[in-house]
């Protein structure tokens, strides 16, 4: 496979991961619209992140840069962590207008937006691996 079909699989693979994870916000955030804070719900949030990631796969899909790539991982690694973050610490962002989010069980839908947050971290640093940075004289 050459190198630009690898960026090519890679950049779709994250595209992906990100599309999926927007999904299950999307679907859950009614859900969450129960956990209020002053400024946002949870659900809003939820609805904030849904159109990240969707943005940072056309990004990612239409660009195919370096920097698109940093971008989607940037995204990917920011949903996984706040998930991860929120299963086990209590985080509370109601000083800021923020729900209180803190939900330590794991069910199907959480578990698949983390890891299509993962599978978009890994497709999107793979495809920064795979773009060397270019020197004065290429560009």
Same mark, same amino acid.
């Given at each position: 496979?050459?190198?630009?079909?690898?960026?090519?699989?890679?950049?779709?693979?994250?595209?992906?991961?990100? &599309?999926?994870?927007?999904?299950?916000?999307?679907?859950?955030?009614?859900?969450?619209?129960?956990?209020?804070?002053?400024?946002?719900?949870?659900?809003?949030?939820?609805?904030?992140?849904?159109?990240?990631? &969707?943005?940072?796969?056309?990004?990612?899909?239409?660009?195919?840069? !370096?920097?698109? %790539?940093?971008?989607?991982?940037?995204?990917?690694?920011?949903? %996984?962590?706040?998930?991860? &973050?929120?299963?086990? =610490?209590?985080?509370?962002?109601? !000083?800021?207008? =923020?729900?209180?989010?803190?939900?330590?069980?794991?069910?199907?839908?959480?578990?698949? %937006?983390?890891?299509?947050?993962?599978?978009?971290?890994? %497709?999107?640093?793979?495809? =920064? =691996?795979? !773009?060397? !940075?270019?020197?004065?004289?290429?560009?």
């Amino acid at each position: 496979m050459t190198r630009t079909a690898s960026a090519l699989l890679l950049a779709a693979v994250s595209a992906a991961g990100l &599309v999926a994870s927007a999904a299950v916000h999307l679907s859950l955030a009614a859900t969450f619209d129960a956990n209020p804070g002053t400024l946002l719900s949870q659900g809003a949030l939820f609805r904030i992140q849904a159109g990240v990631d &969707v943005v940072a796969a056309l990004v990612l899909l239409i660009l195919r840069t !370096r920097w698109s %790539a940093a971008l989607a991982a940037v995204v990917a690694a920011g949903g %996984a962590g706040i998930l991860a &973050v929120t299963t086990v =610490l209590a985080v509370d962002g109601t !000083r800021v207008g =923020l729900p209180y989010l803190f939900e330590p069980g794991w069910y199907p839908a959480k578990t698949g %937006a983390f890891v299509a947050q993962l599978v978009a971290l890994a %497709a999107a640093l793979g495809m =920064l =691996l795979l !773009r060397p !940075r270019l020197t004065a004289k290429q560009a």
